[in-house]
């Protein structure tokens, strides 16, 4: 499977603890760009990155977020501390220098209790 | 502030009918417009993408811009029960980085 892949596909987490996204870009493209979907909301931009750069940070929550996309390995979305209104489906998203064709993976689902 | 608009629905068609979803941008610098397919609890699918004004064909679907009008839209002719999904409207801005997206339009084919 040469798509975008994402990891868990659904994570629980207690108020108060960490969340880890993870996600390996399609084969070939190196930008990645993480949005959220709010239940009932629009597809919302977080953040974008290139391998050990992030490039535009502007969807990002200014606490408790944070984004990486280390040179080996997957990037990784990370909620410190996640509260209820984090609970949502993050997806991540890649392309080839062709910025503006996006490809997305299946999200994870976050559910915070 | 960028905003891209689409009535939310539901769209209701039959089977074998044309359905027409719309879009409407607030940015004129906007460049490249796409639509995404996203079925329930899944990950939106690119379908279609236009960049310059006119129409574009790829088999039942046809992207129409107009960026005088700052209006997009996408007709599916033929529509089938497994055309019933949420169409997504996203723009991108030339020297930007993301996709800004419309909340979509849910489209329901009747049998």
């Known amino acids: 499977n040469a798509g975008v892949m994402q990891n868990p596909r659904h994570l629980v987490r207690r108020r108060g603890q960490e969340a880890r996204l993870r996600c390996s870009p399609m084969k070939g493209h190196s930008h990645v760009y993480w949005y959220r979907q709010l239940p009932e909301e629009g597809l919302k931009f977080m953040v974008y990155?290139?391998?050990?750069?992030?490039?535009?940070e502007s969807g990002m929550p200014k606490e408790r977020f944070s984004a990486e996309f280390p040179k080996e390995g997957p990037s990784i979305l990370r909620i410190q501390q996640v509260v209820r209104g984090d609970s949502a489906a993050y997806f991540c998203a890649s392309s080839s220098g062709r910025l503006y064709e996006q490809y997305f993976g299946p999200g994870t689902r976050l559910t915070v209790t | 502030q960028k905003e891209v608009e689409q009535n939310s629905g539901p769209l209701s068609v039959p089977e074998g009918a044309i359905a027409s979803l719309n879009c409407t941008y607030s940015?004129?610098?906007?460049?490249?417009f796409f639509w995404y397919r996203q079925y329930s609890g899944k990950s939106p699918e690119l379908i279609m993408s236009i960049y310059s004004n006119g129409d574009k064909e790829d088999g039942r679907f046809t992207a129409q811009l107009n960026k005088a009008s700052q209006y997009v839209s996408l007709l599916i002719r033929d529509s089938q029960p497994s055309d019933s999904a949420t169409y997504l409207c996203?723009?991108?801005?030339?020297?930007?980085?993301?996709?800004?997206f419309g909340k979509g339009t849910k489209l329901s084919v009747i049998p």
């Open positions: 940015d004129r610098v906007s460049q490249s």
């Open positions: 996203a723009v991108f801005e030339a020297g930007s980085y993301q996709l800004t």
């Open positions: 990155l290139q391998k050990e750069n992030i490039i535009d």
